[in-house]
């Protein structure tokens, strides 16, 4: 079993920026990627970001530019770095986490950005 949590999400003013970081524990040796999903009210859930344990990156065309993934394998962590931001990106940003079996997901964390 592995648990994910999230922290760093809040109001923040578009163009602004927020750090959003995921803590991963448990059985974590067979993870292979980790990334950050989003959806908002009446949406599906869609993926923003997500990195390899040898650091290959996949961004979604949203936020290219604008937002980076980064991993600390040695520290079983995960963060998007999220920059320019706008009123759109507004939604639950979900960490998750997978491996050959399995899909793990975090409780969410509630990023708004609104003047």
């Known amino acids: 079993q592995v648990q994910l949590v999230e922290s760093g999400g809040g109001l923040v003013q578009p163009g602004g920026s927020l750090r959003l970081s995921c803590a991963a524990s448990?059985?974590?040796?067979?993870?292979?990627?980790m990334g950050w999903y989003r959806q908002s009210p009446g949406k599906q859930r869609e993926l923003v970001a997500d990195?390899?344990?040898?650091?290959?990156?996949e961004y979604a065309d949203f936020v290219k530019g604008r937002f980076t993934i980064s991993r600390d394998n040695a520290k079983n962590t995960v963060a998007l770095q999220m920059n320019s931001l706008k009123p759109e990106d507004t939604a639950v940003y979900y960490c998750?986490?997978?491996?050959?079996?399995?899909?793990?997901w975090g409780q969410g964390t509630q990023v708004t950005v609104s003047s």
């Open positions: 990195i390899t344990t040898l650091g290959s990156t």
């Open positions: 448990g059985n974590i040796g067979s993870i292979d990627v």
């Open positions: 998750n986490a997978r491996n050959t079996w399995e899909i793990y």
